[in-house]
């Protein structure tokens, strides 16, 4: 008997997310000959403990999986559960219960880092079970900090993003000159500045704005910030500087926490936020210049409106090969991306062992940081460009993107 599939999503959207998920759900259908039904779980493994589920075959009677290719964000909901550590817990056996009711064979989460954590305690007990079930990761997120692979889907669309929007800051900032600015653009990532880094490829020019990016990866001095700051304006006086929301002090202290109190996530993961605006405080007190902060806040991390074509093409690419993998007999491993050595940019899909990505983190190589840490190398530069090549056309309807909705 044929078994069926089931994919979910988890963790933080991205402009791809979707792309990922078409590409699991589109090869699936192809092979009526192998899989059964393909199921979608809302809200990710916590929606399915629950029975929530849905038949996806419909979406692509309908045409809506076709829309799903270009809408951003999570279209069959997202969850932060974290599985109990021990495999020995009650919820295992509940959990593969449920796969048994529906028939489940092939099971697909695309996700970052806590998502890897979820398909490695399912594919360990799966082996401990003697259970027949595919167990495959398929990688997703902005942050760029799964290790095993050269990038991640979702990065180049939220590096086009950044590097697009930190351009026209600057574009936006010049337009005065007769008296000195600075504004601080602070961008998502916790403890890798991938995303920060990407800022750098908004400069049209040496010497170009931003002048100063400053990432999580090397400690940050206040003393030392001012006076790059100082410095720094007697080049460009409408200067733009750009840091990640992680930045942290000598000690490890997050600059955040200077100014307020900073809560925690499901994951026991610091929730920043503020690090911009404590150091346009900062500028403004120990420089007396015109200063403001922009949090470029969750627009980042999943709009439609700069797509990377190159980073949504191998986002579908990564969600196919994940099932192609799985029929083979592959199962506790994650859809990896290994980069050609070549002069035109080119990549292999490969398989990599789930049980050591999970809970690790990539960060940016401290050769792509200069010695003071406040830029990116050009080593950075020839990484990241050719992620964000390419543009996507989003359907629209009535002068506004048409997005896949769930009903």
Same mark, same amino acid.
């Given at each position: 008997?044929?078994?069926?599939?089931?994919?979910?999503?988890?963790?933080?959207?991205?402009?791809?997310?979707?792309?990922?998920?078409?590409?699991?759900?589109?090869?699936?259908?192809?092979?009526?000959?192998?899989?059964?039904?393909?199921?979608?779980?809302?809200?990710?493994?916590?929606?399915?403990?629950?029975?929530?589920?849905?038949?996806?075959?419909?979406?692509?009677?309908?045409?809506?999986?076709?829309?799903?290719?270009?809408?951003?964000?999570?279209?069959?909901?997202?969850?932060?559960?974290?599985?109990?550590?021990?495999?020995?817990?009650?919820?295992?056996?509940?959990?593969?219960?449920?796969?048994?009711?529906?028939?489940?064979?092939?099971?697909?989460?695309?996700?970052?880092?806590?998502?890897?954590?979820?398909?490695?305690?399912?594919?360990?007990?799966?082996?401990?079970?003697?259970?027949?079930?595919?167990?495959?990761?398929?990688?997703?997120?902005?942050?760029?900090?799964?290790?095993?692979?050269?990038?991640?889907?979702?990065?180049?669309?939220?590096?086009?993003?950044?590097?697009?929007?930190?351009?026209?800051?600057?574009?936006?900032?010049?337009?005065?000159?007769?008296?000195?600015?600075?504004?601080?653009?602070?961008?998502?990532?916790?403890?890798?500045?991938?995303?920060?880094?990407?800022?750098?490829?908004?400069?049209?020019?040496?010497?170009?704005?931003?002048?100063?990016?400053?990432?999580?990866?090397?400690?940050?001095?206040? /003393? #030392?910030?001012?006076?790059? *700051?100082?410095? $720094? %304006? +007697?080049?460009?006086?409408?200067?733009? !500087?750009?840091?990640?929301?992680?930045?942290?002090?000598?000690?490890?202290?997050?600059?955040?926490?200077?100014?307020?109190?900073?809560?925690?996530?499901?994951?026991?993961?610091?929730?920043?936020?503020?690090?911009?605006?404590?150091?346009?405080?900062?500028?403004?007190?120990?420089?007396?210049?015109?200063?403001?902060?922009?949090?470029?806040?969750?627009?980042?991390?999943?709009?439609?409106?700069?797509?990377?074509?190159?980073?949504?093409?191998?986002?579908? /690419? #990564?969600?196919?090969?994940? *099932?192609?993998? $799985? %029929? +083979?007999?592959?199962?506790?491993?994650? !859809?990896?991306?290994?980069?050609?050595?070549?002069?035109?940019?080119?990549?292999?899909?490969?398989?990599?062992?789930?049980?050591?990505?999970?809970?690790?983190?990539?960060?940016?190589?401290?050769?792509?940081?200069?010695?003071?840490?406040?830029?990116?190398?050009?080593?950075?530069?020839?990484?990241?460009?050719?992620?964000?090549?390419?543009?996507?056309?989003?359907?629209?309807?009535?002068?506004?993107?048409?997005?896949?909705?769930?009903?």
């Amino acid at each position: 008997m044929k078994k069926n599939a089931v994919v979910g999503q988890s963790g933080g959207p991205t402009a791809v997310i979707n792309a990922s998920l078409y590409g699991v759900a589109h090869e699936a259908l192809n092979h009526k000959d192998s899989i059964g039904t393909i199921y979608g779980m809302i809200n990710g493994i916590e929606g399915f403990l629950n029975n929530q589920i849905m038949d996806l075959a419909p979406l692509e009677e309908s045409g809506e999986l076709e829309l799903i290719r270009t809408t951003p964000g999570s279209y069959l909901g997202s969850c932060r559960y974290k599985l109990p550590e021990d495999l020995t817990d009650p919820l295992y056996p509940q959990l593969f219960q449920r796969f048994e009711e529906y028939n489940i064979g092939y099971f697909f989460y695309i996700g970052g880092n806590d998502s890897m954590d979820t398909v490695s305690k399912l594919s360990r007990y799966a082996k401990k079970t003697g259970s027949s079930i595919r167990i495959l990761g398929i990688p997703k997120t902005i942050d760029n900090d799964l290790v095993e692979t050269d990038h991640t889907p979702g990065f180049g669309s939220a590096a086009k993003f950044v590097a697009s929007s930190v351009r026209e800051i600057a574009v936006d900032a010049s337009v005065y000159d007769n008296k000195k600015s600075v504004t601080i653009v602070e961008i998502m990532g916790r403890h890798a500045g991938w995303l920060t880094a990407a800022s750098a490829l908004a400069r049209k020019f040496d010497g170009d704005n931003p002048v100063l990016i400053y990432l999580p990866e090397t400690s940050f001095n206040q /003393d #030392a910030f001012i006076e790059k *700051v100082r410095s $720094a %304006l +007697e080049q460009t006086p409408n200067l733009v !500087v750009c840091i990640s929301e992680g930045i942290h002090d000598e000690s490890g202290t997050f600059i955040c926490e200077y100014s307020n109190a900073v809560g925690v996530d499901t994951f026991g993961h610091k929730m920043l936020t503020g690090s911009g605006k404590y150091l346009e405080n900062l500028v403004k007190e120990r420089l007396g210049v015109k200063v403001r902060s922009i949090e470029l806040n969750v627009c980042q991390r999943c709009s439609s409106a700069m797509l990377s074509k190159t980073d949504h093409k191998e986002a579908m /690419d #990564a969600g196919a090969y994940g *099932v192609k993998a $799985a %029929l +083979e007999g592959s199962t506790g491993n994650m !859809v990896a991306f290994k980069r050609l050595d070549s002069d035109n940019y080119k990549i292999d899909y490969v398989l990599k062992d789930v049980n050591i990505i999970c809970n690790q983190e990539k960060t940016v190589p401290i050769d792509w940081i200069t010695d003071d840490g406040a830029d990116v190398t050009e080593e950075f530069i020839a990484y990241a460009k050719p992620l964000i090549q390419g543009e996507v056309t989003v359907p629209m309807e009535d002068g506004v993107p048409k997005f896949a909705y769930r009903k």
